[in-house]
């Protein structure tokens, strides 16, 4: 099983749904996870990073931990054609050295 | 700072033929990654650096791939001799104090090797 696992989708909704992303993990001792964002042609970029203790919220973004699970989810609210991206869930290896990155969910928010 | 700064953008190339990826990395990180993009295998590391010195090349897929970070300013990839299934868009991350903050990516090589 791999470390993370992403569906890589595509996703399609229309302007002003709520999206739902996410990852399951394997290794219960991961503490803190990542999401980052990339668009067309560009580089990832950091979203938000939340520990293994639970939520954070950032504008119209939640980021969420279940470990009993070991499910992460990101939420969009009111999603924006400029969410239109590929979302890649990371975690850090077991060591704690590098990062392991999901595939990616590519989504698209029609106006 | 001008971020991660990447060079060629696009490189189109024969099989065979050798081929060199430079990275500038943020200055004042200690650390920097090469990683490969696919679509049928994500978003992989290749290998990276902390204060110049290689520190985990276990994604460096076979020997025709090596890399240098001669100085705290720059970093190559190098791959050769390039084969079709080369093809990819490879990053460059730098990030610090610790391997696992914040990583800022450059805009990416994307590699056609025909």
């Known amino acids: 099983q791999k470390e993370v696992e992403q569906d890589p989708g595509p996703l399609s909704v229309p302007e002003g749904a709520i999206v739902s992303l996410n990852c399951t993990y394997s290794?219960?001792?991961?503490?803190?996870f990542m999401w980052y964002r990339q668009y067309s042609r560009k580089g990832p970029e950091l979203l938000m990073y939340?520990?293994?203790?639970g939520n954070k919220e950032d504008g119209r973004f939640t980021a969420q931990v279940d470990k009993s699970s070991k499910y992460i989810s990101l939420f969009i609210r009111d999603s924006q054609p400029s969410d239109s991206a590929t979302y890649l869930c990371?975690?850090?290896?077991?060591?704690?050295?590098?990062?392991?990155f999901g595939k990616g969910t590519t989504l698209s928010v029609s106006s | 700072d001008a971020g991660v700064i990447q060079s060629p953008r696009h490189e189109v190339t024969e099989m065979g033929q050798e081929v060199t990826l430079r990275c500038k990395p943020i200055?004042?990180?200690?650390?920097l990654f090469w990683y490969r993009q696919t679509m049928m295998r994500g978003l992989e590391l290749l290998i990276y650096?902390?204060?110049?010195?290689?520190?985990?090349d276990s994604g460096m897929p076979e020997d025709r791939f090596s890399a240098k970070m001669p100085n705290a300013s720059f970093s190559t990839l190098k791959i050769q001799p390039s084969e079709p299934r080369d093809s990819a868009v490879y990053f460059c991350?730098?990030?610090?104090?610790?391997?696992?903050?914040?990583?800022?990516f450059g805009p990416g090589t994307r590699l056609t090797v025909l």
């Open positions: 990371a975690v850090p290896n077991q060591a704690g050295t590098a990062l392991i």
């Open positions: 991350a730098s990030t610090g104090p610790t391997s696992t903050d914040t990583q800022y």
């Open positions: 650096f902390n204060n110049n010195v290689p520190i985990d």
């Open positions: 290794n219960s001792a991961f503490q803190y």
């Open positions: 939340t520990y293994s203790s």
């Open positions: 200055s004042g990180h200690d650390y």
